[in-house]
């Protein structure tokens, strides 16, 4: 059997074991047992991945195997991973993992909320192994349909709105893609709808200029790509906060993912012609998602635009199309995955005591709660790349990338997305001079407690990762670099 | 050499230990492990400047080493960032300042911020500052530089915030960081554009060799100048962002609100020369292929240099003097490398006079400036403010930081033959050579120098006795010691023998005074010195002939010339206020707005529509009869 499986069968036993639970605490060991063990098969593949790859096996995918499931139409659950794939895996474990630890205290309906959590991730983690486009867009949409009764139930402020908004933007953007991928699957002459057999069909120029956009606007959207973006701030805002997490942390790496693997994958020459015109749109976003912050009030809005400006970023390196940049891309994804899961909780943990997230409202708060202060100052630099933590290395990788191309248009537009650097900083030290810094605003605060464990063991596990590849990128880069290898010289 | 690890890895573990162990630690504990691990890398870095000026001469020329080097991060096929140790006579220069000036403040802090909440965090974060400098010195590569460059920044951001709850330091804090990371900006586009061409970022590898390596940067134009012209020009203002050159100076005043013994480090020794040291370190470059922009350089120095002179003579806050004459003898140290001419310095050539003098320079001023503000320091505890109108008479009191601050105020003034008479005259020196004009500019310039530091050193130690109510104290020892011991480098730091050891090309030179510029030096010091004794020795009269408070140049210097509301001006009233709102705004409506409007549509028409389900079974009947007939006619006509 395909090790592979594991990360399906994991989350499909967690939902049926959750059925049959009767109280809170069973819940929880379900939740606890079951992402514990996400975790370490997370590790054990990487561990396998980087064994193999040593001994020198050089296919594009490892960890192969292949099931057919609707013959006439090709339909097959083929599964594989290369270096971006168990890189995804590994994050979207973590996040489960935390988001687990986050939530520990949600009410009501703690068992619901945890069964949707699970086909939330058993979504995530079967888009990152399938090689398969049906499959792929399926989990997309198992991902997709629990983020709206999330939201809808446990979320906050507009929420229904928000749930709303959310879930039609997403599903006007699956049936781009929908379109596209039954576009690519018979223009190839509708043999295989195996992404690496796909990569050796042509598919004729005219029709990839159409498949390329709609597949690269239909990913894009999840993505956060500008000017379709909004679902994410008002999505963002009234999620609970193991959603948002998991959300802005693996959710809209699905984005990016995607339109590395389907759109650029695929259609090289499309992406060649295209590529100025959503560069164009991605360097817009990296710069309006950083001005926009400057002026938001509430915490997750904030960081809501903040990861609007970053994924943009993402799929900017991506356009570049350059090992390095690519490499950078992955890493920013890591490392926004990681650092904006970190925002999310401590911002959920904050408003828990707080009961409100207007950073007008608040002040002085790194007196009363050191640990989330200094969390939160460390979230913070990460988000600004500060070297040392992750945002730095990803973003250096980055923008050397994108200045390998040696036009002027690709090299003004590279400068304009650098300078999100500064733009970065501008919104991060006033958020935190505003709330965590200063004189007290409001004396009920003075009575919040610091972190408890579990709060504790979350934040301390992001961090740890974050730190971890600021200080110490060279493997995770490499590895990351040399699959891509075979996809781009 | 490869000890040398020990210098960068013993307060990076120093910072994380107190870091971690917070407040864990007793305040005493952490104050003496921060002390102890300081003064091991103080032992270490003496032993290394040791170790390399008796051992790495070669035909006798200094030679650079790397004792240690290893990849950080590959990005693309032949570039790679490294993180490595480079020994070279500056950066072994600047090893011994850094760690001198460093273990000075452990010590002075342990006395002057006793008692302070967040006693440990101070300790940890001044580990972190020592170990981000140090990196910064000693890096290999422009990339290494840029990482501990923008560690430093973030050090520095912690450290003037370090009074959190005070709104002013929490502003401070954050203009401080803004501005150098705008700074940053360029240097980080330049070294892009450079590293494009170059395809390393070793300065070895880039400035080795016959310079073949730059001659591509050099072929390829923008805009009428060279890529590596651009490249140079934008790297000088990261530069000039850490350095506080005119008009990113701005945020180095404010970062007064830090507490004084991080000042003394922080915002006089050491980050502040940063940007001096980065194009000393790239000098090759600029002098072989760029002198244009070397030349820029000392225009903006001198410009500066006497611009924040100027605003010196009229502050009163007596760290803010302090904050412009450091920025003024920054000014100082880009002059001297800007009129460099060439990389020789022999008694034949005396092209790279303002290379030497200008790192001579950094080292006495880092000596002098941080036991000002130490002494400052002391002044301040003693009387509980920051303003010289609460001061005056202070000599009796505070007898030793009365001669130790003497000291220094002769030093900066040029009075021979304390250490900052030498530095700065060879400074004046290397300017006359490059042009007269030049030389009068920076000898008005260190007129109002002295001016300005004994209108300062009069209004605090002399004038009318002093009236507070309690009776000032003289600083306990941990902080009079580091003082004394500051002051006495400072007496005999001119005699050192400096060109033997730092040049630009690495060949030994033998300082030589130049008598005529000496004597002129000498006279004007002498004049600026007798003019703020006239003024300010006795209780302070105002002679007829200054300009009065209300005038329109003493306002505008005291507000700094209003370059600071400038500032505000572009960033709250037209970047947040005309570009980011309207943006946040265009965003909920104009782009989001498409979207509701996209589903308002969409409600709409199937409002309209629902109609047809009305349910009604005539109605069905109907319209399925007419259906029929329609079809069946496009049957009978086509």
Same mark, same amino acid.
């Given at each position: 059997m395909n090790f592979l499986i594991v990360f399906i069968l994991i989350p499909l036993l967690m939902l049926f074991a959750l059925f049959a639970t009767r109280n809170r605490k069973q819940v929880l060991a379900v939740m606890v047992t079951g992402s514990s063990a996400l975790v370490l098969a997370s590790i054990y593949l990487t561990v396998r991945y980087i064994l193999l790859r040593n001994s020198?096996?050089?296919?594009?995918?490892?960890?192969t195997s292949s099931y057919t499931w609707f013959e006439p139409l090709n339909i097959g659950f083929s599964l594989g991973v290369d270096a971006v794939s168990v890189t995804m895996l590994a994050l979207s474990a973590i996040i489960v993992f935390t988001g687990t630890f986050v939530s *520990? /205290?949600? /009410?009501?309906?703690t068992k619901e909320f945890f069964i949707w959590f699970c086909l939330l991730s058993l979504g995530v983690f079967g888009f990152f192994i399938t090689t398969d486009l049906f499959t792929l867009f399926m989990f997309y949409e198992i991902a997709l349909i629990p983020m709206y009764l999330l939201i809808g139930i446990w979320? #906050?402020? +507009?929420r229904e709105y928000s749930a709303m908004k959310l879930t039609l933007m997403l599903m006007g953007a699956a049936s781009l893609l929908i379109v596209g991928i039954l576009g690519i699957y018979f223009s190839t002459g509708?043999? @295989?709808?195996n992404l690496l057999d796909l990569k050796e069909i042509d598919i004729p120029l005219n029709l990839q200029l159409l498949f390329f956009t709609l597949t690269f606007v239909g990913f894009g959207v999840l993505g956060a790509l500008f000017p379709f973006h909004t679902w994410s701030p008002d999505g963002h805002a009234a999620a609970p906060t193991a959603v948002s997490m998991l959300h802005a942390g693996v959710l809209m790496k699905l984005g990016g993912y995607g339109c590395f693997r389907v759109s650029i994958g695929l259609m090289p020459e499309a992406t060649e012609i295209l590529a100025p015109v959503f560069i164009v749109l991605t360097a817009i976003g990296v710069i309006y998602g950083a001005l926009s912050a400057i002026?938001?009030?509430?915490l997750k809005y904030i960081n809501a635009y903040s990861s609007v400006s970053h994924c943009n970023l993402v799929l900017f390196a991506i356009l570049m199309l350059t090992r390095t940049a690519m490499t950078g891309a992955v890493l920013q994804m890591i490392s926004h995955g990681l650092m904006t899961a970190l925002f999310f909780a401590l911002i959920g943990m904050i408003y828990e005591r707080? =009961?409100?997230?207007?950073i007008t409202e608040m002040g002085g708060l790194m007196k009363v709660i050191p640990f989330l202060g200094v969390s939160f100052v460390i979230a913070g630099l990460a988000s600004l790349g500060?070297?040392?933590? #992750?945002g730095f290395a990803a973003e250096m990788t980055i923008f050397v990338g994108a200045f390998e191309n040696a036009d002027l248009f690709r090299r003004v537009l590279t400068i304009v997305a650098v300078s999100s650097i500064v733009v970065t900083a501008v919104y991060i030290l006033r958020m935190v001079g505003k709330f965590?810094?200063?004189? %007290?605003?409001? +004396?009920?605060?003075?009575?919040s407690i610091d972190a408890v464990w579990y709060e504790k063991l979350a934040v301390v596990i992001l961090i740890a990762g974050i730190a971890y590849i600021g200080m110490f990128p060279l493997g995770l880069s490499n590895l990351i670099s040399d699959s891509l290898a075979v996809i781009i010289k | 050499m490869e000890y040398t690890l020990l210098i960068l890895l013993l307060p990076m573990l120093s910072f994380v230990g107190i870091g971690l162990l917070g407040r864990k630690l007793s305040h005493r504990a952490a104050g003496i492990s921060g002390t102890l691990v300081l003064t091991a890398v103080t032992l270490l870095s003496y032993l290394t400047a040791f170790d390399y000026f008796t051992t790495q001469k070669v035909n006798g020329v200094w030679q650079a080493i790397q004792p240690y080097n290893t990849t950080w991060?590959?990005?693309?096929?032949r570039l790679h960032i490294d993180l490595g140790i480079l020994l070279d006579p500056i950066s072994v220069m600047m090893l011994v300042v850094i760690s001198t000036v460093s273990l000075m403040v452990h010590i002075y802090s342990l006395g &002057? %911020? /006793?008692?302070?909440?967040g006693f440990q965090r101070y300790y940890s974060f001044l580990s972190l500052f020592t170990f981000s400098m140090m990196g910064l010195v000693l890096a290999t590569n422009i990339f290494q530089m840029y990482i501990f460059w923008e560690l430093v920044g973030v050090s520095s951001y912690l450290l003037i915030g370090?009074? &959190?709850?005070k709104p002013e330091a929490v502003a401070a804090s954050k203009k401080a960081f803004i501005v150098t990371r705008f700074a940053d900006l360029f240097f980080l586009i330049g070294i892009l554009v450079l590293s494009y061409f170059?395809?390393?970022?070793?300065f070895e590898a880039i400035m080795?060799?016959?310079?073949s390596i730059l001659s591509s940067a050099l072929g390829t134009t923008f805009l009428g100048a060279s890529a590596l012209t651009w490249a140079m020009a934008l790297v000088f203002i990261g530069a000039a962002g850490k350095s506080a %050159?005119?008009?990113?100076?701005? *945020?180095l005043p404010d970062a007064?609100?830090?507490p004084t013994p991080v000042s003394a480090l922080? =915002?006089?020794?050491?980050m502040v020369v940063a940007g001096v040291f980065l194009v000393a370190r790239l000098f090759p470059i600029y002098i072989g292929f760029t002198p244009e922009v070397l030349q820029g350089i000392a225009y903006v120095g001198a410009f500066t240099a006497l611009f924040a002179a100027i605003i010196a003579v009229v502050q009163t806050d007596i760290k803010r003097v302090l904050a412009f004459s450091t920025i003024s003898q920054i000014g100082f140290m880009m002059v001297a490398l800007g009129v460099s001419t060439s990389m020789k310095l022999t008694p034949e050539d005396h092209g790279g006079l303002g290379y030497m003098a200008s790192m001579f320079h950094l080292f006495t001023h880092a000596m002098f400036k941080s036991l000002l503000f130490l002494g400052a320091g002391s002044v301040i505890l003693a009387v509980? @403010?920051?303003?010289?109108?609460? %001061?005056?008479?202070l000599r009796k009191h505070l007898p030793i930081t009365h001669v130790t601050f003497l000291v220094a105020c002769l030093a900066i003034a040029g009075?021979?033959?304390? @250490?900052g008479f030498v530095s700065k005259d060879e400074i004046v020196t290397a300017a006359y050579q490059f042009s007269t004009g030049m030389g009068i500019w920076m000898t008005v310039t260190a007129g109002f120098t002295a001016f300005y530091m004994f209108r300062l050193y009069f209004r605090i130690f002399w004038g009318?006795?002093? +009236?507070?109510e309690v009776k000032p104290k003289e600083s306990p020892r941990s902080m009079t010691y580091p003082l004394i011991f500051l002051a006495l480098i400072t007496l005999?730091?001119?005699?050192?023998?400096f060109g033997q050891f730092v040049t630009a090309d690495g060949a030994p030179y033998t300082i030589r005074l130049n008598s005529t510029v000496a004597i002129i030096s000498v006279v004007v010091a002498l004049v600026g010195i007798g003019l703020a004794t006239l003024l300010y020795r006795k209780e302070e009269k105002r002679a007829s002939w200054l300009p009065s408070r209300s005038s329109g140049l003493y306002k505008a210097a005291y507000n700094r010339f209003y370059i600071d509301d400038a500032y505000l001006f572009v960033t709250k /009233?037209?970047?947040?206020?005309?570009?980011s709102r309207p943006l946040a705004w265009f965003d909920r409506h104009v782009i989001d707005g498409a979207m509701n409007g996209l589903a308002w549509i969409t409600n709409r028409a199937s409002d309209a529509i629902k109609?047809?389900? @009305?349910?009604s079974l005539q109605w069905y009947a109907w319209v399925f009869l007419l259906g029929t007939l329609l079809i069946t006619l496009f049957a009978i006509l086509l």
């Open positions: 020198g096996v050089a296919e594009t995918m490892l960890f *520990w /205290k949600i /009410k009501p309906l979320g #906050s402020g +507009r509708a043999v @295989s709808m002026h938001q009030t509430d707080t =009961h409100t997230r207007m500060l070297p040392g933590l #992750s965590l810094f200063g004189p %007290m605003q409001n +004396r009920k605060h003075l009575a | 991060l590959n990005v693309g096929e &002057y %911020m /006793k008692g302070e909440k370090f009074y &959190y709850t170059t395809q390393t970022f070793d080795g060799g016959d310079g %050159m005119f008009p990113l100076h701005v *945020w007064m609100e830090g922080i =915002h006089a020794a050491t509980n @403010s920051n303003d010289m109108k609460d %001061m005056g008479g009075i021979p033959p304390l @250490s009318k006795e002093y +009236r507070g005999v730091g001119g005699f050192i023998p /009233k037209i970047i947040f206020n005309n570009i109609g047809f389900q @009305s349910g």
